[in-house]
């Protein structure tokens, strides 16, 4: 067994659907426009007045028994001793066995080189309409496009083409002692985080309350997200 | 009930038409290889020059097939790195790791060919040394996709056994073609001697390979069977497949690929026993462009249908 086992429950009864986990993964770990590395499913079902709703976050389920990790022919994607599933860039050889692997689709492959959807300094957005990224820069004093020097302390920055990407559980943020930046920022406190072999810490005590779910259980892949209470 | 599931997550196909040629080709190769091995064994040099046109196919259709399947990766010229990290669960890895040297080691082997020599102990014994070697590079080439649990289109035991035969049927198909178009660009019919002697030599070969369709039309049965009646995700992989790429699959994978070739292959049959030997020369070269052109689409559809993306369920 892992000494740890970093795993996050989901509390689906007090999610309240905002998507501010996904905007918050999205400034923290410098991903990519069209990427989401946290990311969310939505499901209706019925027939009006009968109608169900559902708002379910996903992300990267770090699966104890993950095949992106057996399929990998590099290793590039691997376990660490914190039970994490990390993807090393320079390993990676961008051959896409671990996209075909997840049965989440959490993965995400860079073909093109970064920041294609990030317009050229001198041409606005919208011409006659916003302001060009030089001026945006000239006056709030921000580095664009958008880059948080923190990512890079342990994988790179901003990923190059070539290779795949995805969530690290905010790997750098757990080096330093902080919570993900997606529970941080839930306003719902529906993101619980911490060590799953930890009898004391929070998942756990969530779980003594409530039987959880994961997502495609009869794929075998004993994911360490869990959801709890269905709204 | 109406269920709409939304969930936007990069689209596919992960895998294209580079990856299904190598799977072709590859397999083609590694046919054409133990082909050429079995035939220099059993004939004892007898048919030198069918054996070094497959001896020559082997590294060209194996290199070709890399090649392919290297442009589709990201990094490429990192591929190195499989020698350097074990991964032995990954498929990818064995055949990161021995596709490069079955390659160099048929390229050799194709070298010993050169020349008259009927006889030859080194080659006879490099080309039983590459034997596992090809067995490897074949498994890796059939399990590849089989592994994959998350797509189950593919992740079932007839997907192995079709790929394996696959790779008979087209390694035989693409010696014999080619070994024809040798013949009669060199501008004789048969130059192992009489045209009559070959093909009743290759009788042999011709029922292994009747044998071979025969048994790969059994096993797409099955496996259309294990799917049509296997479990909600079984049935809906296949529906969406048949969505994708039936069409493809059934025309030209099963219909051109099997029923045709079988359908000529019983002519030849006939036409053997009327000795119209030049006929039946002509029969043997459409049969084998028929198996090469379903093995390839076979693939494709394989491919292509099984990367679409099922509905996640979430059950409480
Ligand atoms: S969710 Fe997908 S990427 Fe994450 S560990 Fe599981 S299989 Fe791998
Ligand atoms: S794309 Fe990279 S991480 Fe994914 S399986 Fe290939 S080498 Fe491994």
Redesign the interface.
């Known amino acids: 067994m892992a000494k740890k086992q970093y795993s996050m429950v989901i509390d689906l009864h007090a999610c309240v659907g905002c998507a501010a986990c996904d905007i918050a993964c999205k400034r923290e770990n410098n991903v990519p426009a ?3 590395w946290s ?9 009006f007045p009968n109608v169900k709703y ?1 708002h ?1 976050p ?1 992300m990267c389920n770090h699966c104890s028994n993950a ?1 992106c990790v ?7 994607m691997h376990k660490t001793e914190d039970g994490l599933t990390m993807l090393d860039a320079d ?7 671990c ?13 093109h080189e970064p920041h294609q959807d990030t317009p050229a300094d001198k041409a606005p957005v919208i011409p006659g309409c916003t302001a060009t990224l030089e001026e945006v820069r000239a006056k709030t004093g921000v580095p664009l496009p958008y880059y948080n020097p923190a990512r890079a302390e342990t994988i790179p920055g901003v990923r190059p ?4 990407e995805k969530c690290t559980m905010c790997d750098h943020r757990l080096a330093k002692g902080d919570m993900p930046a997606c529970v941080e920022a839930c306003p719902a406190g529906a993101r619980i985080f911490g060590d799953m072999n930890d009898p004391q810490s929070d998942p756990r005590k969530a779980l003594d309350k409530h039987a959880p ?1 994961v ?6 892949t004993r994911p360490n997200v869990l ?1 709890i209470r ?1 709204f | 009930m109406n269920t709409e599931i939304i969930y936007e997550i990069q689209s596919g196909p992960y895998w294209d038409w580079r990856v299904a040629l190598d799977l072709f080709l590859g397999g083609a190769g590694v046919g054409a290889l133990l082909f050429a091995v079995l035939l220099d064994e059993r004939f004892k040099g007898k048919y030198q020059r069918i054996c070094r046109t497959a001896a020559w196919l082997a590294p060209l259709l194996v290199g070709s097939g890399l090649l392919l399947v290297m442009l589709k990766m990201g990094r490429p010229f990192h591929l190195f790195l499989a020698y350097t990290n074990f991964n032995p669960a990954s498929p990818l890895w064995w055949g990161g790791v021995f596709q490069p040297l079955m390659l160099v080691g048929a390229f050799v082997y194709a070298m010993k060919w050169r020349g008259d020599h009927a006889q030859d102990a080194g080659r006879t014994w490099l080309g039983r040394l590459l034997v596992p070697l090809a067995v490897i590079v074949g498994a890796y080439h059939g399990m590849l996709l089989s592994v994959i649990v998350a797509r189950p289109l593919w992740n079932t035991g007839p997907t192995v056994v079709a790929a394996m035969l696959g790779f008979a049927s087209t390694g035989i198909a693409v010696v014999m073609l080619v070994h024809l178009i040798r013949m009669k660009l060199a501008g004789r019919l048969a130059d192992e001697g009489h045209v009559a002697h070959f093909l009743d030599d290759m009788l042999v070969v011709r029922n292994i390979l009747v044998a071979v369709l025969l048994l790969q039309l059994g096993t797409f049965f099955l496996w259309w069977l294990s799917l049509k009646f296997g479990a909600l995700q079984d049935q809906q992989a296949l529906a969406v497949a048949n969505e994708i790429s039936g069409p493809m699959f059934w025309w030209l994978g099963i219909g051109v690929g099997l029923i045709l070739p079988l359908v000529l292959g019983a002519i030849a049959v006939w036409l053997g026993e009327a000795a119209h030997r030049r006929l039946q020369v002509g029969v043997i070269g459409l049969t084998c462009s028929l198996i090469l052109l379903g093995g390839f689409f076979f693939r494709l559809a394989v491919l292509l249908g099984g990367q679409e993306d099922l509905p996640v369920n979430i059950t409480f």
């Open positions: 069209d990427f989401a990311n969310h499913i939505i499901q209706t079902e019925g027939t559902r379910i996903t095949p057996a399929n990998c022919p590099t290793t590039a390993k990676c050889i961008g051959c896409r066995a996209q075909l692997a997840c049965p989440y689709g959490v993965i995400y492959f860079n073909e083409k070539g290779v795949a779910s997502l495609r259980p009869e794929k075998g959801y269905e």
